[in-house]
């Protein structure tokens, strides 16, 4: 019976004494064989090595690196990934040149070796807590001078104290690739890793698809991912130098477990694990959002995960194509505006909150300041934009030189931009930023006391003329009226035109006749007489001469010159072959040749060609006869406006005139002017819209005749647009399915701009930006005359005179004031 108690205590023994020599094996020595059923574990428990088959399907073994304490046994690393052992076979050992070598000894066939730097003298390979398994000499003390490491050949985990990027002097990249799938872990097609062209970033990649930019260090984190920066739970770093190029992370709290690790799906995710619920707790998911896909918005284009749809160009920037970009193709991304010229210098717009654009094609200094980047910048004149490099300390310089892609916008967090743009381009901030200039309180009684000035000058001004009746009848034209224009000689002018004969006649303009000429050098002109009948027509010639040849934009009819001579007044111009827009869109085999895009570019040109009159000219010019008919067409179909005859200049201050005369078309005049005789810029605006809603339904606004309704064009497409129909309005011919968003937003530019109320019509800067938006405008208020009684204006208040002929010319009303 006392020999079983005695049997008892030395099993306890033995049972005890191998627990404690299993728990001090944390190294390999020279010589020593790891077997397939042994493991050594890291100091405090935290790791174990050993062999391990993943998932449940396979047998196949592998030699590998697990948390030791979780029961989930996470894997965090794997040595032989492409080689399995189908048999529990396989023998680690430390060779005494510092190589650890798998082999199978059933096939006695090497599975896996480690390499070596540097000279192995007293070899010893030694799993650390963190998870690293080093080969280091036992008698050196500083770990950096391993031998090799596990740490530089990572799996698909990335732990706490990885240097991510390369090391020049050892000749590693380390980079994390997916497992093939839970059972296998041989490298799958994902991959992230930093890519070392330009500024180093961090990507993911899927095969050769980059799905995933987390973008450069800026000082305080990733420019693609703000959230991501040190916190109380971790520290992250970038370090750069001649031999390392990395990034890292580590845990505040030591004896937290932390990973970040690449699933075999692609997600990318960062775990915690959580002592309560013995569980990984995902902590975040880097790559979530719709946002972070690469260049998900092409060049130029921008991700907001705030709206919807998410891409949006960045502004100066317009769709490259837009019925693609309308259908959420984005890829073709952006393009400019207005287009860079280096050599008449271009500038630079600020961009916030942003995530930088790819740097691949980049050039950095971390020593520069702001300014001295801008200079290197302004200088090149492929560099397309420059920022900060070092937000946290403010120094440094990155410059960008090729088109910007995969930017998104960030509402907190994100980074400036200096992207250059064409000098026309910023002029366009300037001005809106002259308008924000919260300076109404000192402008508003400087402008009304001007303004009473300005009123007693005009009447003390219009008594003098009343007085001298000759001074409104100045029918002479000076030679100095005309001295800025080439003179053309009568008779070079008489044979250009074949003596001025009926068949060389193109149409009547607003003085006179108008002839096509060929000049002695084979140059076709455009020949505008002043008829001699005409009392009213020197005025018009007059002010066409003033304005026209001060004038220069590729939209508006350029003047070659004039003749002044003897009775005869003429003008030259270039002679554009396609002649007017009213010939294209009102006549039935003409407007099927003008298809959608052509009406698109036709009416983004006549926009920047009065955008230009209004708010960019010396002058600043009203034209107050904007129509069809004066929209001239060149060989490209490119809209230019023409006839200035009764144009009128104002001054900065002074936004709307009164007219006693006034003179226009009906069907494009607006209630104000035409009732009573005010214009402003507005009422270009008011026939502009007119003409946009014209060129889109192919149909005259005046005459314009419905067999439901007495509404004109405008009432018609304003009714349309209030039912949610507005697309029925477009000439059925030309219409493409993936046209049908330009069509939608230019009838509701151009109902914006018919408004009733002038003050409620956008201004042409305002215009061309609605036109290149993404769809989000105001609504429209009732238009202008929209009842087909009402499209000839005030008629009972006044008497019409019209000064050539009929329909569609332009007409002079007089206003007993
Ligand atoms: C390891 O084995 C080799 C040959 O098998 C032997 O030459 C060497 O002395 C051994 N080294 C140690 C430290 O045991
Ligand atoms: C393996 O099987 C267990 C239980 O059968 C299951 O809970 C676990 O999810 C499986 N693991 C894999 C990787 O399929
Ligand atoms: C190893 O596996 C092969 C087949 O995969 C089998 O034929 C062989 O008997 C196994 N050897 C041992 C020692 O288990
Ligand atoms: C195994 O292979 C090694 C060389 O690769 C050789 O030296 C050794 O003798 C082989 N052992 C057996 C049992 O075949
Ligand atoms: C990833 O790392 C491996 C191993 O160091 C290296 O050969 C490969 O070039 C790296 N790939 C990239 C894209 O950095
Ligand atoms: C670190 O975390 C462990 C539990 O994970 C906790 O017991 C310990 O108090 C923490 N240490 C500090 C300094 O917060
Ligand atoms: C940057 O400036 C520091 C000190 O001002 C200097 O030591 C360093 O060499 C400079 N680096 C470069 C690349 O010019
Ligand atoms: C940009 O232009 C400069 C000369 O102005 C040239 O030296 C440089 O190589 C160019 N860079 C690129 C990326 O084309």
């Given amino acids: 019976m006392d020999a079983i108690p005695i049997f008892s205590f030395f099993f306890l023994i033995?049972?005890?004494?191998?627990?404690?020599?299993?728990?001090?094996?944390?190294?390999?020595?020279?010589?020593q064989t790891i077997k397939d059923g042994q493991t050594i574990v890291s100091a405090q428990e935290t790791f174990e090595l050993g062999f391990f088959s993943p998932g449940n399907k396979t047998q196949n073994r592998y030699l590998g690196i697990w948390y030791k304490r979780l029961a989930t046994g996470t894997i965090a690393w794997v040595a032989n990934r492409q080689t399995p052992i189908t048999n529990k076979s396989g023998e680690l050992t430390l060779h005494p040149d510092g190589i650890l070598v798998l082999r199978d000894s059933a096939t006695n066939r090497t599975i896996w070796t480690s390499d070596s730097f540097g000279a192995a003298r007293t070899p010893v390979a030694r799993l650390f807590d963190s998870g690293n398994l080093m080969v280091v000499n036992d008698d050196d003390d500083k770990l950096e001078n391993y031998i090799w490491q596990s740490f530089d050949h990572p799996s698909n985990t990335f732990l706490p104290g990885i240097r991510f990027g390369r090391n020049l002097e050892r000749g590693v990249i380390r980079n994390v690739t997916s497992w093939k799938s839970e059972d296998d872990p041989s490298p799958g097609p994902y991959m992230v890793y930093m890519d070392f062209n330009g500024?180093?970033?961090?990507?993911?990649?899927?095969?050769?698809?980059?799905?995933?930019?987390?973008?450069?260090?800026?000082?305080?984190?990733?420019?693609?991912?703000?959230?991501?920066?040190?916190?109380?739970?971790?520290?992250?770093?970038?370090?750069?130098?001649?031999i390392e190029t990395f990034s890292d992370f580590s845990l505040i709290n030591a004896s937290v477990l932390s990973r970040l690790s690449l699933s075999p799906l692609g997600d990318m995710s960062w775990w915690n694990w959580i002592d309560r619920t013995q569980g990984w707790f995902l902590f975040m998911t880097p790559t979530v959002d719709n946002c972070v896909r690469y260049a998900l918005c092409g060049v130029y284009g921008s991700c907001d995960i705030e709206q919807s749809p998410s891409c949006e160009c960045l502004k100066g920037f317009v769709p490259k194509r837009r019925d693609q970009w309308d259908v959420s193709d984005w890829t073709g991304g952006c393009e400019r505006e207005i287009a860079l010229d280096c050599v008449a210098g271009d500038g630079f717009r600020k961009y916030s909150s942003l995530k930088l654009p790819d740097t691949r094609q980049s050039w950095f200094d971390t020593n520069m300041t702001l300014a001295e980047c801008e200079t290197k910048c302004r200088n090149e004149c492929n560099c397309t934009a420059y920022t900060t490099l070092d937000i946290k300390d403010d120094i440094g310089c990155l410059l960008w030189y090729d088109e910007l892609i995969d930017m998104r916008k960030f509402s907190t967090n994100g980074q400036d931009?200096?992207?250059r743009m064409a000098t026309a381009e910023l002029e366009k901030d300037e001005k809106i930023f002259r308008k924000k200039k919260p300076l109404k309180v000192i402008l508003i009684p400087l402008v009304v006391g001007l303004a009473i000035l300005l009123?007693?000058?005009?009447?003390?001004?219009?008594?003098?003329?009343?007085?001298?009746?000759?001074?409104?009848?100045?029918?002479?034209?000076?030679?100095?009226?005309?001295?800025?224009?080439?003179?053309?000689?009568?008779?070079?002018?008489?044979?250009?035109?074949?003596?001025?004969?009926?068949?060389?006649?193109?149409?009547?303009?607003?003085?006179?006749?108008?002839?096509?000429?060929?000049?002695?050098?084979?140059?076709?002109?455009?020949?505008?007489?002043?008829?001699?009948?005409?009392?009213?027509?020197?005025?018009?010639?007059?002010?066409?001469?003033?304005?026209?040849?001060?004038?220069?934009?590729?939209?508006?009819?350029?003047?070659?010159?004039?003749?002044?001579?003897?009775?005869?007044?003429?003008?030259?111009?270039?002679?554009?072959?396609?002649?007017?827009?009213?010939?294209?869109?009102?006549?039935?085999?003409?407007?099927?040749?003008?298809?959608?895009?052509?009406?698109?570019?036709?009416?983004?040109?006549?926009?920047?060609?009065?955008?230009?009159?209004?708010?960019?000219?010396?002058?600043r010019i009203i034209h107050r006869d904007l129509k069809a008919a004066n929209i001239l067409l060149d060989r490209d179909m490119n809209p230019k406006i023409s006839d200035f005859g009764l144009a009128r200049s104002f001054g900065g201050h002074e936004t709307e005139t009164n007219t006693k005369r006034v003179v226009g078309t009906y069907g494009y005049m607006s209630p104000e002017y035409a009732g009573d005789g005010i214009f402003s810029v507005k009422s270009d605006i008011f026939s502009f819209g007119v003409l946009v809603l014209e060129i889109i339904s192919g149909k005259k606004n005046r005459g314009f005749f419905h067999e439901d309704h007495n509404h004109n064009l405008l009432g018609h497409a304003w009714k349309l647009h209030q039912v949610g129909k507005a697309l029925e309005l477009v000439d059925a011919s030309m219409m493409e399915s993936d046209q049908t968003f330009g069509v939608w937003l230019c009838i509701h530019v151009g109902l914006l701009c018919v408004q009733h109320n002038p003050a409620d019509r956008p201004n042409m800067s305002t215009v061309v930006m609605m036109l290149g938006s993404d769809g989000q405008l105001p609504e429209p208020k009732e238009p202008g005359y929209y009842l087909q009684d009402d499209r000839f204006g005030p008629e009972n208040s006044s008497s019409i005179q019209t000064h050539h002929s009929n329909n569609g010319l332009t007409v002079t009303l007089l206003h007993p004031r």
């Avoid at 004494?17 to 001090?24: C, E, H, N």
């Avoid at 020949?527 to 009948?533: I, Q």
């Avoid at 009819?557 to 030259?572: A, K, N, S, Y």
Wanted: proline share 3%; charged share 20%.
């Fill in 199 to 242: 500024f180093p970033q961090i990507f993911q990649k899927n095969g050769d698809v980059i799905q995933f930019r987390l973008g450069i260090w800026n000082g305080l984190g990733f420019t693609g991912m703000p959230s991501l920066r040190a916190n109380q739970i971790f520290s992250i770093r970038y370090v750069s130098n001649e």
């Fill in 417 to 419: 931009i200096y992207i």
């Fill in 14 to 31: 033995s049972i005890h004494s191998l627990l404690v020599s299993i728990k001090a094996a944390d190294t390999i020595a020279v010589n």
């Fill in 455 to 619: 009123g007693l000058c005009v009447l003390i001004i219009k008594r003098k003329r009343s007085q001298n009746p000759k001074a409104q009848a100045n029918d002479h034209i000076e030679p100095s009226d005309v001295i800025d224009l080439p003179l053309f000689s009568l008779s070079k002018l008489r044979v250009a035109t074949d003596n001025f004969s009926f068949g060389n006649k193109l149409g009547e303009g607003g003085f006179g006749p108008v002839y096509k000429g060929v000049l002695s050098d084979g140059q076709e002109v455009a020949v505008k007489r002043l008829s001699t009948s005409s009392s009213q027509g020197v005025e018009e010639f007059k002010n066409e001469v003033l304005f026209i040849s001060r004038l220069q934009h590729r939209n508006l009819v350029r003047i070659l010159g004039c003749c002044v001579e003897r009775q005869e007044r003429m003008l030259v111009y270039e002679y554009l072959p396609n002649k007017g827009l009213d010939l294209f869109l009102f006549d039935e085999t003409q407007s099927k040749l003008l298809g959608w895009s052509q009406r698109l570019h036709i009416i983004n040109g006549i926009a920047r060609g009065l955008l230009y009159l209004h708010e960019d000219s010396r002058l």
